[in-house]
């Protein structure tokens, strides 16, 4: 009764289920862009990448503005330190997966590498994943659906960890003459493995949801 009563004074136009759909929307095409850049090399990989400052530049557009609308607004769908966070969130899903494009840019990183593309497959993966949990949001009507999502995010995360800590191991054994390399992957990998940390926030916040109005 509680969720009903709620509903009542949500806004009509439900402004801030569209912004965080569009928001939603980049970060998966985002995330693609970045994985089928991953499967190229040479020049044809930087021309795949340079999508991903476009989309970048939405989704702070997007994180803006609904910033904006969460100090206009006095009644909101879901608390406002939530919708707060999971803004935030979302909005560091892009800009790492962008920051790891414009790194390999500036390192002319050329060269195909399986655990960056896994990883990247991992990520994409969590996501659309987020999407889903998003998406679900609108109306609370299956919230099995929303925490479901939820649990492949996590599940996604550990298995990032897991190609991390392979992947640095086999760098630093496979490289122990070539300092310069250790310290360009390790830096790669990083905002990679940081990207799949900011999924598995967004997820936490909207389980922290999911409790709360469940």
Known sequence: MAFSFLKLFQPKDKIFHNLFEQTADIAVKTSEVFLQAMKETGEKRFEILAQTGHLEHQADDLAHNLYVELSKNFITPFDREDIHELAAAMDDVVDYIDEVGNKMKNYDFTEFNEHVLKIAELNNDSVKELRNAIFGLRDMKNLHKVTDSCLKVHGYESKVDLLYNQAMGELVRNNKDNPVKIIVMKD??????????????????????????S
């Open 188 to 213: 790669l990998y990083e905002e990679l493995e940081l990207a799949s940390d900011k999924c598995q926030d967004a997820s936490n916040v909207i389980e922290s949801i999911v409790i709360k109005y």
